[in-house]
């Protein structure tokens, strides 16, 4: 496949990274992580983040057909947001569900991601670099 499309989708908090619990999610800032998957793309890339579900649907949506697979980092709503999580099943390509945390060993309330029922693959916790990561990955399911 040549320049594949792919976005990344950042859920709600991801732009306090850099300030926001850096013990549990380092001192990276979100616009670093864009920098770094930018500079490892092999073709174009999407990159947004959202503190509101109904962008993130409205992002989703928008990708069906146009991007060529997603990688998302729900933050907040891995948990609860069915509207999410349907829009993922709509979305019909690859999907990497991305947590900058190891969300299995944080506990009950961060534990259980619903969104996993519609992914491809989950990476969790490898910190920051899990974007690109996520991004190599994607390029690979893509080649397959």
Not at 16 to 21: D, P
Not at 64 to 87: C, E, K, Q, T
Request: charged content about 15%.
């Amino acid at each position: 496949m040549s320049d594949p499309i792919v976005h990344i989708l950042n859920g709600p908090n991801l732009n306090t990274l850099g300030i926001r619990e850096p013990e549990i999610y380092g001192h990276t800032t979100l616009a670093q992580i864009e920098s770094w998957c930018r500079a490892a793309a092999r073709g174009p890339i999407e990159f947004h983040q959202s503190n509101h579900e109904g962008n993130i649907v409205d992002l989703l949506q928008a990708a069906r057909g146009v991007a060529d697979g997603v990688i998302i980092n729900p933050a907040g709503h891995s948990f609860y947001s069915v509207a999410i999580l349907d829009a993922l099943k709509i979305y019909g390509g690859p999907i990497i569900e991305l947590h900058i945390s190891n969300i299995h060993a944080r506990d009950a309330a961060h534990r259980n991601s619903i969104m996993s029922q519609a992914a491809t693959a989950v990476i969790a916790g490898l910190g920051a670099r899990g974007y690109v990561t996520a991004l190599g990955a994607m390029y690979d399911l893509l080649e397959a």
